[in-house]
């Protein structure tokens, strides 16, 4: 066995730093390349524009689009987006909708060339002063072909088609992206149909593509239509079908990540999964992505500041929840997934009602900070026609969780968000709830085939990959006294890189292989000897129990030790066992 000087252990010491610094400078350059931080000084503003009205002779107005527009400016400023929003409520919404509807204007042409004009000196003037400016631009109302075919939005006193929609709103607002949410649709009855021309979605949606080839890549674009071109509204939740549910996403339903951040994938997947057990062809939809073409994994809204939010723990069986308020307004729907966390930003109220299907229970806005909801109470439950009842059965039926969407992006094609890093309930600043980081106690057979039983610890890092796989780095440093000849004490230390399975849930199998580099020491009294290049490799198996932020993993290793002795490399075996806790 090769003879070490203290200056050469000095040595070893010396590459063991510059290798752990390589690691932390590896760990930081990705962390680097998260889309997250490069929208870390992004500003978001919105411009909503509802309007109920029609220009078409025999078609009714909308009954809810006058309340969709507040529910989206309020959604949206809970989110900390400053929004703009132009629209004419009816006398319902108006008695009810008082202090939300103070700085609403007119939906006219007029209003909407000087709202852009405003929106574009503040865009401009944040751009001048190195922020980024994401734009929301959100439309509900009727939508339309003219006699010439010619696609266009309604507003109160004149239209505004494909072109005018680039060349009025989209190119005039100087940001930086634009993200356009269109439920353009028109009512009837208690389900009624938005939309009622089936080629104007259709339209759109080839406008849509048409525009960002032709040199818009930094627009990005989201709406919904059935198969017959048409999108939905529902008295039961006094807002469009569509519209609701993409609210509940960009509330904290579609955070399937966990970062604070929704992307279009995840909109789109919250969306599917909740319209996807909706049974009638009259009520079912399909939503239409296109994310900016420059950026894919674009948020379309970042973590949301400071305010009430409700904190769902992970349990074994998944709900389905609905929040309210007092006045009976739905605020937001999601299905938890079992075994995973569900964090809901909520406008504020004083008070709420949270309905499950086991039951409804008022949770005042105290409530919401205690760690403690009051208990459920047996809900009411009425229905009203065939097409009601296939939106109450079906909608939102689904959970939704990493399993689907991992499911739906493989489907689609779409990009996927980054599962390395997430927020924990009530931090918006970006505190990640899963580090990925791992310290554990080891036993097992010595280094050398010395005798007795090595204690030590190990330092893992595991990152996800596409599915359930898992990829990261592992250290260790194992002791075994008197276990060598001369009553030497055998020291073990290694690097390994790892890669494995790990599943899902509160309780999940994994298993992973490894293999780098391994450094073995001998010290006797007066005289240290060992060799600093071995090779090592890795097999082991075992459970994880996931509590909250932290999990527990008891695993069965095999290591394989490959050391140079007397001038020979060698194998020797090594089974142990480990017990970690994981962040």
Not at 378 to 402: H, I, K, N, T, Y
Not at 458 to 464: D, G, K
Request: glycine letters at 12%; hydrophobic letters at 40%.
């Amino acid at each position: 066995m090769t003879h070490l000087l203290d200056r050469e252990h000095h040595s070893l010491r010396a590459r063991l730093y510059v290798l752990l610094l390589l690691c932390t400078a590896t760990t930081s350059a990705a962390q680097a390349e998260n889309p997250a931080s490069s929208e870390a000084a992004s500003v978001r503003r919105a411009l909503v524009v509802a309007y109920n009205g029609s220009d078409a002779p025999g078609m009714p107005p909308l009954r809810y689009a006058d309340d969709d527009g507040v529910r989206w400016a309020e959604t949206l400023r809970r989110l900390g987006v400053d929004v703009v929003l132009l629209t004419v409520p009816d006398a319902e919404t108006s008695q009810a909708e008082r202090e939300r509807l103070a700085d609403a204007r007119l939906p006219t042409l007029a209003v909407l060339d000087e709202t852009v004009g405003q929106l574009a000196l503040r865009n401009a003037a944040d751009r001048a002063a190195g922020r980024t400016v994401d734009f929301l631009f959100v439309y509900v109302g009727h939508g339309r072909t003219g006699e010439s075919g010619r696609a266009y939005l309604t507003l109160a006193d004149g239209q505004l088609d494909q072109e005018g929609l680039y060349s009025r709103v989209v190119e005039k607002l100087d940001a930086d992206y634009v993200h356009l949410l269109v439920d353009a649709c028109h009512a009837a009855g208690v389900v009624g149909s938005r939309g009622g021309d089936p080629l104007v979605l259709r339209r759109l949606r080839r406008a849509l593509e048409q525009e960002q080839l032709a040199g818009h890549p930094r627009v990005g674009a989201i709406f919904a239509e059935s198969t017959e071109g048409e999108t939905h509204e529902w008295s039961r939740i006094r807002a469009g079908v569509f519209s609701h549910a993409a609210r509940s996403a960009l509330l904290g339903g579609a955070d399937v990540n966990g970062d604070g951040r929704v992307e279009y994938s995840e909109l789109d997947a919250f969306v599917a999964a909740a319209i996807r057990g909706v049974k009638s062809p009259q009520a079912r939809l399909a939503v239409r992505t296109f994310p900016p073409a420059l950026s894919p994994s674009r948020a379309l809204v970042g973590p949301a500041p400071d305010g009430p939010r409700l904190d769902l723990p992970p349990a074994p069986r998944g709900a389905r929840i609905s929040v309210e308020d007092t006045s009976g307004v739905r605020l937001v729907d999601a299905h938890q997934a079992a075994g995973e966390p569900l964090t809901l930003a909520l406008p504020e109220r004083a008070a709420y009602w949270l309905r499950t299907p086991g039951g409804e229970a008022r949770v005042r806005r105290s409530d919401l900070g205690s760690g403690e909801l009051p208990p459920a109470a047996p809900p009411e439950v009425a229905s009203r026609g065939a097409a009601e009842e296939s939106l109450l059965q079906g909608l939102f039926a689904l959970p939704f969780g990493r399993d689907f969407y991992e499911g739906y992006v493989a489907s689609t094609g779409v990009p996927a968000v980054d599962f390395s890093s997430s927020l924990s309930p009530g931090e918006p600043s970006g505190v990640p709830r899963s580090l990925g980081l791992e310290v554990g106690l080891t036993l097992g057979a010595p280094a050398l085939g010395g005798r007795g039983v090595a204690r030590g610890l190990a330092l893992s890092w595991r990152a996800p990959g596409p599915g359930l796989v898992r990829f990261g780095a592992r250290a260790t440093y194992a002791l075994a006294p008197d276990a060598w000849v001369d009553d030497a004490t055998l020291q073990r230390m290694s690097v390994l890189a790892m890669t494995g399975l790990g599943g899902r849930g509160t309780l999940a199998p994994f298993a992973e292989v490894g293999a780098g580099w391994l450094m073995t020491v001998v010290d006797r009294p007066g005289r240290r000897e060992g060799d600093t290049l071995g090779l090592s490799a890795r097999a082991a198996a075992g459970l994880r129990w996931k509590t909250g932020d932290f999990a527990l993993r008891g695993s069965l290793g095999l290591d394989w030790d490959s050391v140079r002795v007397d001038g020979q490399r060698r194998g020797q075996w090594l089974p142990g066992i480990e017990l970690g806790l994981e962040r």
